[in-house]
């Protein structure tokens, strides 16, 4: 179970530790079932195991605590950042008793039971409300109402090391390494994520959760730093795909699963085949044994895949995967031009619908 | 005589025994109700377990 050993070293905090010192001048509470939790308020990325939220009585959400990246559900949890972000917590908190910290606006309210399809599944057969399970039925719900944007709901928690910011994970937001865009904004190691597109942010929870509600066809980004006590405004320009995560240890229904991973053709393969420079033909590098059993498709590792339903550009992907994990609806089939062994053929690709509990 | 594994064993547990924990709540509404109460800020975990 994902998380297990550090819920064990929060729950079994001993009074006397560094953290349970901090931890005895909060109300401390875990809650296990989802059932009567209210999403709209505690909204986060629902395939984190573990989460946790500093606030008050009055429901004022002072910071997050919590979060993963794609290769592990533990890289940025810390029993010392969770200290440090604690004790921030109660400076907060003491300024929000004396009037000093302005009321936000509640979020809206919503609870499992109002989402017809998670209680049709779920409460209705008595089965567990697990967290993933209710991103993933806001997303159906969402496909079914025609409002769900892959680019957001699907890649959901944008990954801060593709921008190039690498945490000195036990001090918090201290930066321990800065690459590619954030360091061309002039981000730099020892700078103390302060500020995300001008929302203070105390925790990686908190970035993550901010940086998820950035438009995903933004050019910019705006992270403030505290560089020697003073802030610091960086302008970050964002790459192209700068949203883009690995899916796979998602549990996604709309999330088309294909069977095959391919990788990007580059511009000298592209004008040897004769192919477009600004197309997303790429390389199928591994075939899942799924898909001869469920008679996904017929692509071979090294097969080029130059087109999808006659497509062979897209203002987003990169690979034929990604165009059609972005265009395709879970189920839906769809048809390949394929260069194989120099020639080109055409093959149809039926896509799934990942069934876990549904 | 005791086996030296089962006397570390026997010695971690009553150690264990005497640690203080941290009282955790299980309610949310009770947990708002108590920092009300005590003008405590609230810690709350969300532990997906299935």
Redesign the interface.
């Known amino acids: 179970m994902e998380g297990r050993v550090f819920d064990a070293q929060v729950v079994l905090s001993p009074k006397d530790s560094p953290l349970g010192k901090v931890l005895s001048e909060y109300v401390c509470a875990r809650v296990t079932r989802m059932d009567d939790v209210d999403v709209g308020l505690f909204d986060r990325d629902w395939n984190n195991a573990i989460y946790f939220f500093v606030l008050n009585a009055d429901e004022q959400i002072y910071m997050r605590y919590g979060g993963r990246e794609a290769q592990s559900p533990d890289t940025y949890n810390s029993v010392e950042s969770m200290r440090i972000a604690l004790e921030q917590g109660l400076v907060l908190h003491r300024k929000y008793l004396q009037g000093e910290l302005p009321k936000q606006e509640r979020p809206k309210s919503m609870f499992p039971r109002e989402m017809p399809l998670l209680v049709e599944r779920t409460f209705a057969r008595r089965q567990c409300v697990e967290c993933h399970l209710i991103g993933d039925f806001q997303n159906i719900q969402r496909e079914r109402d025609g409002v769900l944007d892959k680019l957001t709901h699907l890649y959901r928690s944008p990954d801060i090391k593709t921008i190039g910011i690498g945490l000195d994970v036990p001090n918090g937001l201290v930066v321990k390494e800065a690459t590619g865009a954030v360091a061309a904004a002039g981000m730099r190691p020892g700078d103390r994520i302060a500020g995300w597109n001008g929302v203070p942010v105390w925790t990686f929870g908190d970035v993550q959760y901010r940086y998820d509600k950035v438009d995903r066809r933004a050019k910019s980004l705006e992270i403030t730093v505290d560089r020697e006590g003073r802030p610091v405004v960086l302008t970050v320009a964002l790459p192209i795909r700068w949203w883009w995560t690995d899916l796979r240890f998602r549990q996604s229904s709309v999330d088309p699963r294909l069977d095959f991973e391919d990788r990007p053709l580059t511009g000298d393969e592209k004008q040897k085949l004769g192919l477009k420079p600004d197309g997303f033909a790429s390389q199928v590098k591994q075939v899942s044994g799924f898909a001869k059993i469920r008679g996904t498709h017929d692509l071979r590792i090294g097969d080029v895949i130059v087109a999808v339903n006659g497509m062979d550009s897209d203002e987003f992907a990169h690979t034929a995967e990604l165009f059609l994990k972005l265009h395709t609806r879970a189920g839906e089939s769809a048809k390949l031009e394929v260069i194989r062994d120099g020639k080109r053929i055409t093959m149809p690709l039926k896509t799934y619908v990942l069934s876990f509990r549904k | 005589m005791m086996r030296p594994i089962a006397l570390i064993a026997l010695l971690s547990q009553a150690a264990f025994a005497q640690?203080?924990?941290?009282?955790?709540?299980?309610?949310?509404r009770?947990?708002?109700r108590?920092?009300?109460a005590?003008?405590?800020?609230?810690?709350?975990?969300?532990?997906?377990?299935?």
């Open positions: 640690t203080q924990f941290i009282t955790w709540n299980t309610s949310y009770e947990a708002l108590e920092a009300a005590t003008k405590k800020p609230i810690f709350l975990e969300f532990r997906c377990e299935a």
